[in-house]
Nanobody, 126 residues
Framework: QVRLVESGGRLVQAGDSLTVSCATS????????MAWFRRAPGKEREFVAA????????HYADSVKGRFTISRDNAKNTVYLQMNSLKPEDAAIYYC???????????????????WGQGTQVFVSE
């Protein structure tokens, strides 16, 4: 059974750093592109970052570029999102997603991701 379980979300202050994790099981992680999406209250789900199968390529939303870093450890079946210089507008539920899609150019598109976690909540106070 495929499972993606996010953890690490909590309340932080603006300017703080936080790392959220996604523990995976039930599939071979190295065969999947992995990504983070987020949904803020009252807003649509949006792409945050994606990392390629071996971790040698990554792509970020403009809103987080330079502040967030996505990484993966295929041996540990875990994907990470390190978030620095957090802003109140980063507050959201962060979702981990897995895609078997081979076209790296489509990695911002939520529909190419077949497996999703339940999310972890990040709060950012002023």
């Amino acid at each position: 059974q495929v499972r993606l379980v996010e953890s690490g979300g909590r309340l932080v202050q603006a300017g703080d750093s936080l790392t959220v994790s996604c523990a995976t099981s039930g599939f071979t992680l190295s065969r999947y592109v992995m990504a983070w999406f987020r949904r803020a209250p009252g807003k649509e789900r949006e792409f945050v970052a994606a990392v390629s199968w071996r971790g040698d390529m990554s792509h970020y939303a403009d809103s987080v570029k330079g502040r967030f870093t996505i990484s993966r450890d295929n041996a540990k079946n875990t994907v990470y999102l390190q978030m620095n210089s957090l802003k109140p507008e980063d507050a959201a539920i962060y979702y981990c997603a897995a895609s078997y899609e081979s076209n790296w150019a489509s990695m911002r598109i939520a529909q190419v991701y077949s497996h999703w976690g339940q999310g972890t909540q990040v709060f950012v106070s002023e």
